[in-house]
């Protein structure tokens, strides 16, 4: 990973409180362009919180937040519209719009932003999503009541995929899935990002992921990322709970796995 | 901003060669795609070495337009072709919306699933019917698994909630009977007829029927929309597996609420029907309250109380049952839930309706006129 690449995403004296309850207190955290950032940390930390407040879902009390050198708070609203064309979210139950089909779901934002595709193409486009997304060619009709629960992650990828985005938000992809359907995801992301060149911000518990997927991983905790680096370079780290987190036997078996067998970079 | 894309055609000789130029990506293609569509000369290459940016729908574009003419694309970037191998690797027989059935298999096949949903819906009302018996019997006899809390709850948002809704409606449509019998009945000099009217009709049938509509109408709804979403959110399995049965803790409370609440509901709609009529009669037809109230008594038989008190709990049991039936019917989506709850509400008020009309032809014939 080129550490001089330009910045994806900036976020500069973050600070999200709910009541009484300080959810983020000053964060900074960079993400550089074409990489996969994977976000840690405990639980009540306050991941999801800070995907929801860099793509606009909550508004922080304080700081600021640039995607690709614009700002994402007090911006006018034009050019955030235009902003959201520019990624793509994957929530973490998928999301999907419960009464269209798959390739409805996938049609929606080309629709939205796109009205002038012809019905043609538009299915065209849904069916090649489709199977880009690693979902079987007869998933298009289908509703999502119908799929198991990760065919839902991968049509709330392909939906996220469907504007050709630069930036690719993942709420934990991995999480509820079998470990075979669970590696065949993070393979999935890996290529994706690497062929249509996604920035890809990850937040995920898998530690088998973060070693497979992940060019850099972040760690929050005590309201801040504590730490940013590579999976090696945080291992250096002494904070307790980056210690705790990949030095625990989880994070032990992680690691001597993707020692084993060493993971293809491409 | 980079150019938007676009494309000219250089003609070499016998050979046509297309030239893109621009951003292939989503944002830049504008009309191109029809464009690209209306071209039906001969091309032999596509040059691509113009193009600023592509993704993955210009790559598509590119790669269905090659097909469709057997072109050649030169000048293609590193990422250009990574794009176009990867849509064409995943060019396969996808299909994106079920199969459209001809219009007359459609017509047969929806009239075929309407009467097998008809019939469905009842054999599992009484199903639904049965389960509900047998739970009841179970309550009788182990009472203390009666969840009492449960039931006062319930008991406040099916009555006391509506006291309100229902006092407003009941007292205006009091009045409303009160005024247009009163200019029907003056045309026979019988005005002071008015108060028979009010009387008895409130107490026989409208102010039980009208209870049943509201609710029907706000607690039937809430029924279905409640349990349709514990449906929904595995709420109702995970009570099963623990061994809780729905209907002694989800259907049992409602029921038992609507069943009690009604009759309460219903005395006290026909007493604010008969006030608001009261005051009508006070202020225009100069008929003194007293005077009213003792021509209530003259005229209202004990059994017209009956009638209306013995029609509630039975419309209660059918509002409670419809309501949870349906609820218990949501699968699938939230769109579901809305649905399940009209077909609540609009059951309800048809099945007091019809079993109204039982009851009037009943009661006549045991001879309570």
Same mark, same amino acid.
């Given at each position: ?12 004296? $973050? ?64 050019? *955030? ?12 139950? #998928? ?14 934002? !080309? ?55 630069? !930036?690719?938000?993942? @709420? ?42 992940? @060019? ?16 090696? =370079? ?33 | ?8 055609? =250089? ?40 193009? =600023? ?72 009302? $009484? ?36 006291? %309100?809704?229902? %006092? ?24 002071? !007829?008015?108060?028979?009217? $009010? ?17 029907? %109408? ?18 109702? @399995? ?8 729905? $209907? ?27 006030? #608001? ?19 209530? *008594? ?36 939230? =769109? ?34």
């Amino acid at each position: 990973m080129d550490l001089n690449n330009p910045i994806a995403i900036r976020i500069r004296g $973050i600070t999200n409180a709910f009541g009484d309850q300080v959810v983020h207190q000053e964060l900074d955290l960079d993400v550089r362009n074409g990489e996969i950032l994977g976000v840690v940390g405990g639980s009540g930390t306050g991941k999801s919180v800070l995907m929801r407040t860099i793509i606009g879902l909550q508004q922080p009390s304080a700081g600021e937040i640039e995607i690709f050198g614009d700002p994402m708070i007090g911006g006018d609203p034009e050019q *955030q519209l235009d902003l959201r064309r520019r990624w793509g979210v994957m929530f973490q139950g #998928g999301a999907l719009f419960s009464t269209l089909t798959v390739a409805e779901n996938i049609q929606v934002p !080309l629709r939205e932003f796109y009205p002038q595709l012809g019905q043609t193409l538009l299915d065209e486009i849904a069916a090649y999503k489709v199977i880009m997304a690693g979902l079987p060619a007869n998933a298009g009709p289908k509703y999502p009541s119908e799929l198991s629960g990760g065919m839902k992650k991968r049509a709330g990828l392909a939906r996220a995929l469907a504007l050709d985005p630069q !930036l690719l938000f993942l @709420d934990e992809p991995t999480a509820g899935l079998d470990p075979i359907a669970a590696a065949a995801f993070d393979t999935l992301t890996r290529n994706l990002s690497r062929t249509l060149g996604l920035t890809v911000f990850l937040i995920t518990h898998d530690l088998d992921t973060l070693h497979a997927v992940c @060019d850099r991983v972040a760690v929050l905790a005590d309201h801040k990322v504590v730490a940013v680096g590579t999976i090696s =370079e945080l291992l250096a780290s002494d904070h307790p709970w980056i210690q705790a987190y990949f030095n625990g036997p989880r994070g032990r078996a992680a690691s001597a796995a993707v020692a084993s067998q060493p993971v293809r970079k491409a | 901003m980079t150019d938007m894309a676009d494309f000219i055609i =250089e003609q070499t000789g016998p050979e046509a060669q297309l030239r893109f130029t621009g951003r292939l990506t989503l944002s830049g293609l504008g009309v191109l795609p029809d464009r690209l569509d209306a071209l039906h000369a001969p091309v032999h290459e596509v040059n691509l070495s113009g193009v =600023e940016r592509m993704d993955t729908v210009g790559a598509w574009i590119i790669q269905r337009f090659v097909e469709r003419t057997g072109a050649k694309v030169v000048g293609a970037s590193e990422d250009a072709v990574r794009l176009m191998s990867l849509v064409h690797a995943t060019e396969r027989d996808v299909r994106v919306r079920p199969e459209p059935a001809p219009a007359v298999v459609r017509v047969v096949s929806e009239i075929g699933e309407a009467t097998l949903l008809a019939w469905q819906t009842l054999l599992g009302l $009484i199903a639904f019917f049965g389960s509900v018996l047998i739970a009841t019997w179970d309550l009788i006899r182990s009472p203390r698994r009666i969840r009492i809390d449960a039931v006062v709850h319930r008991f406040e948002l099916v009555g006391v909630k509506a006291l %309100g809704i229902i %006092g407003l409606m009941s007292f205006l449509i009091g009045i409303v009977i009160a005024q247009q019998g009163a200019v029907q009945l003056e045309q026979f000099g019988a005005e002071v !007829l008015t108060v028979n009217l $009010i009387g008895r009709i409130t107490t026989r049938e409208l102010g039980v029927l009208m209870t049943a509509i509201m609710v029907a %109408g706000r607690s039937g709804s809430a029924f279905a929309a409640q349990i349709g979403t514990m449906k929904l959110t595995e709420e109702i @399995d995970a009570m099963r597996t623990i061994g809780v049965s729905p $209907i002694e803790a989800l259907v049992l409370p409602r029921m038992l609420a609507a069943i009690i609440m009604m009759p309460l509901l219903g005395f006290y709609a026909t007493l604010i029907s008969i006030i #608001g009529g009261g005051i009508f009669c006070w202020v225009s037809l100069e008929i003194p309250p007293i005077t009213f109230v003792q021509r209530l *008594q003259e005229v209202i038989p004990i059994t017209d109380l009956w009638v209306g008190l013995l029609k509630a709990p039975v419309f209660g049991a059918i509002i409670a049952m419809t309501g949870c039936f349906q609820g218990m019917q949501v699968s699938g989506n939230a =769109e579901e839930v809305g649905l399940k709850t009209t077909a609540a509400v609009v059951q309800a008020i048809f099945l007091v309706i019809v079993l109204d009309a039982f009851f009037a032809v009943f009661f006549t014939q045991i001879g309570w006129i």
